[in-house]
């Protein structure tokens, strides 16, 4: 579960003070799927960072799992992003010279995991997002888009994070594969009750979500449920 | 980070770049190579100079006339010049406690004849204690006695250059006479060949009575050199002080400034030493800067590396490395470089070393030091070099290494 308390974050270049978000308080229960949406600048990237412990807020609290994470040191956020959050980022970024399965063990080498272990976790966490067997001994460098990202999400998955946070995931796919990846997101929302957070500019993306936070200027403009919600294929519990 | 997972994370990257960190370990390998090649090769010269030295004799004193300055090394102007040392002084040495043998010797350079060849050599007039003094052993025939010093026999004992000169390949000197300034000599012995000591060659140079040398020859009373051999080394010390002021006294000179100067053979082998030494830190010196060199291409090459993988470093810190973690990672690529390096600097160098002596005729000597000190200045150049590129990729900031193009 997360929590923001008024939420703010000032960064200073010299003598100009620019507030990035101001005063922010939401809270995302566990099993959600939220969008948080909002044009360049509005202040989404800031939030994001926040709430995937890369920065901390200047003011304000943030608690993630009733823990307070807002005045930590870099190592102690290194510790909760391994083991609390897996990011899925606009340009993938695997190891290019890395198989498949080695790009999904690494966050486990980090947290200190067996070797063996680290395989069958990986394994796991692949089949979980729908990506081909056949590939699994593949070099990043040769998957295509949307299969380099998802193996993302599925090095996301490895740790059994709280969260799956998604930074414009389909920003560098087109709308076909950048589909096939919202609805991997969407089955492992529906089937394995995952939290999303989906980070995007485009309403069309954040359509897919259950529920949009609007953001614009570091304000908060809009929280509330999808009204016309696009689900790409029906991923019920009952059906598979 | 288990250290498995380090190993196999600096293994990808370094055969990512095979060329670059073939290209990189090449400079190590040429720094470390050239330091164990020059090391061996200034080890090799102390170790001739010191064997040749000691092969002159063993605790050996040699009083020479003239006075040398303490620390001005050995190299004194007109001593022969001086003709101090008389035959008296023989018998006030052979006093002294602690003196195993005296040898007395009048040494000139003179035409020598012999069947129609000519050569011109050193003539040392000496008594029998020479043989056991200098440590020199015969070939063939024998050693000149002290009946022939008493009747100043002109018999000759021949080094084996001077035989060899003299006479050619294969024929025997012994019993034929040979004309040394127009007087003529029996030759009763040859020497075995011992090799060139330095400042002085044994093997060319031939050996007559002292007597005969000094009444005959020379014309002359006085002595060029008396060397004393000293029964323990521990003697010498005080057999050297011992000496200086007796002769000072016969001499009727003061001790602090004598007509003569006694050297032991460690007053030589020390000067020698401290010249190979010398020798030795210089080549060291001039290897060792292409070894910096070489560590600041690890440096590069590390930079190069971190700011190509800054999203990397940003990729593995978001999902959970630490600080430690990335410096680790890069600082174990750089002292991986610079100990493959290392390890085939040694074998180069000691290819060379090899090959140094075999060709070249200089003498090596790889040392366990030399290789364990280029063990440890390598990983030390891996160390410094690579700290400065792996901390900054440690303190890179997470979401710029992200956003980075």
């Given amino acids: 579960m997360i929590e923001c308390k008024n939420i703010s974050k000032v960064y200073k270049s010299g003598e100009i003070e620019t507030h990035a978000l101001k005063n922010a308080s939401f809270k995302i229960n566990d099993g959600e799927f939220v969008a948080i949406m909002g044009p360049s600048g509005s202040g989404k990237s800031t939030l994001m960072h926040i709430i995937g412990c890369?920065?901390?807020?200047?003011?304000?609290?943030?608690?993630?799992?009733?823990?307070?994470?807002?005045?930590?040191?870099?190592?102690?956020l290194a510790d909760i992003r391994m083991q609390k959050i897996g990011f899925v980022f606009q340009s993938f970024n695997l190891l290019p010279r890395a198989t498949v399965l080695r790009n999904v063990t690494l966050p486990l080498v980090y947290a200190g995991v067996s070797r063996e272990e680290r395989e069958n976790k990986a394994k796991e966490a692949l089949r979980g997002s729908a990506f081909p067997e056949d590939f699994w001994n593949h070099y990043s460098n040769q998957l295509s888009g949307g299969m380099m990202q998802r193996v993302a999400i599925a090095r996301a998955l490895v740790n059994n994070p709280t969260l799956v946070l998604a930074d414009e995931p389909t920003g560098n796919l087109d709308t076909k594969t950048g589909?096939?990846?919202?609805?991997?997101?969407?089955?492992?929302?529906?089937?394995?009750?995952?939290?999303?957070?989906?980070?995007?500019?485009?309403?069309?993306?954040?359509?897919?979500?259950?529920?949009?936070?609007?953001?614009?200027?570091?304000?908060?403009?809009?929280?509330?449920?999808?009204?016309?919600?696009?689900?790409?294929?029906n991923h019920n519990h009952n059906e598979k | 980070m288990k250290i498995q997972d380090i190993f196999q994370e600096t293994y990808s990257s370094l055969s990512a770049n095979k060329a670059r960190s073939g290209l990189t370990i090449l400079g190590i390998v040429i720094g470390i190579g050239s330091v164990i090649a020059m090391i061996s090769i200034g080890q090799g010269a102390s170790g001739q100079i010191t064997s040749s030295i000691e092969g002159l004799g063993s605790n050996l004193l040699t009083v020479m006339p003239g006075f040398i300055q303490p620390?001005?090394?050995?190299?004194?102007?007109?001593?022969?010049?001086?003709?101090?040392?008389?035959?008296?002084d023989i018998e006030v040495l052979r006093q002294i406690a602690g003196t195993a043998y005296v040898s007395p010797e009048l040494q000139r350079r003179f035409q020598i004849v012999a069947s129609g060849n000519n050569t011109n050599s050193t003539v040392i007039g000496v008594e029998p204690d020479y043989a056991e003094v200098r440590n020199i052993a015969l070939a063939d025939g024998s050693f000149?006695?002290?009946?022939?010093?008493?009747?100043?026999?002109?018999?000759?004992?021949?080094?084996?250059?001077?035989?060899?000169?003299?006479f050619g390949e294969g024929n025997d000197p012994i019993?034929?006479?040979?004309?040394?300034?127009?007087?003529?000599?029996?030759?009763?012995?040859?020497?075995?060949?011992?090799?060139?000591?330095?400042?002085?060659?044994?093997?060319?140079?031939?050996?007559?009575?002292?007597?005969?040398?000094?009444?005959?020859?020379?014309?002359?009373?006085?002595?060029?050199?008396?060397?004393?051999?000293?029964?323990?080394?521990?003697?010498?010390?005080?057999?050297?002080?011992?000496?200086?002021?007796?002769?000072?006294?016969?001499?009727?000179?003061?001790?602090?400034?004598?007509?003569?100067?006694?050297?032991?053979?460690a007053d030589i082998l020390g000067t020698l030493t401290q010249v190979t030494d010398t020798f030795t830190i210089f080549l060291a010196a001039v290897a060792g800067i292409s070894l910096i060199v070489g560590g600041i291409g690890i440096m590069n090459m590390m930079l190069t590396t971190v700011t190509e993988r800054t999203r990397e470093i940003g990729l593995r810190k978001s999902i959970g490395a630490k600080k430690k973690d990335i410096s680790m990672q890069f600082l174990t690529e750089a002292v991986m470089l610079t100990f493959l390096g290392g390890v085939m600097g040694v074998i180069l160098g000691w290819i060379l070393a090899v090959l140094v002596s075999q060709f070249a005729g200089i003498a090596t000597q790889v040392s366990l030091q030399s290789v364990i000190l280029a063990f440890g200045v390598s990983a030390a150049i891996?160390?410094?070099?690579?700290?400065?590129?792996?901390?900054?990729?440690?303190?890179?900031?997470?979401?710029?290494?992200?956003?980075?193009?």
């Fill in chain 1, 54 to 76: 890369l920065d901390t807020p200047t003011s304000g609290q943030y608690l993630l799992d009733d823990k307070d994470v807002s005045q930590l040191t870099d190592d102690e």
């Fill in chain 1, 179 to 233: 589909e096939m990846v919202l609805d991997t997101f969407q089955r492992l929302h529906q089937e394995q009750g995952r939290t999303i957070v989906l980070i995007t500019h485009e309403p069309y993306v954040a359509e897919h979500a259950e529920r949009v936070i609007n953001i614009r200027d570091g304000n908060i403009v809009e929280d509330g449920k999808v009204k016309n919600r696009r689900i790409i294929n």
């Fill in chain 2, 71 to 88: 620390g001005r090394g050995i190299v004194s102007s007109g001593r022969g010049s001086a003709q101090t040392l008389m035959n008296e």
């Fill in chain 2, 144 to 166: 000149i006695t002290e009946a022939q010093i008493r009747s100043m026999g002109r018999v000759v004992v021949l080094g084996p250059t001077v035989a060899l000169d003299l």
């Fill in chain 2, 175 to 265: 019993g034929k006479t040979i004309r040394i300034n127009r007087v003529n000599f029996k030759v009763i012995g040859v020497l075995q060949a011992k090799g060139s000591a330095g400042f002085f060659n044994p093997d060319d140079t031939v050996f007559v009575p002292l007597t005969t040398m000094q009444k005959i020859l020379a014309g002359a009373e006085f002595l060029s050199t008396i060397a004393i051999s000293v029964e323990s080394k521990d003697l010498m010390p005080q057999v050297q002080e011992e000496a200086t002021f007796a002769l000072a006294e016969k001499h009727h000179v003061d001790p602090q400034s004598p007509d003569f100067s006694i050297i032991s053979q």
């Fill in chain 2, 382 to 405: 891996g160390i410094i070099f690579g700290y400065y590129p792996a901390r900054r990729a440690a303190s890179l900031n997470p979401i710029e290494a992200l956003r980075y193009e």
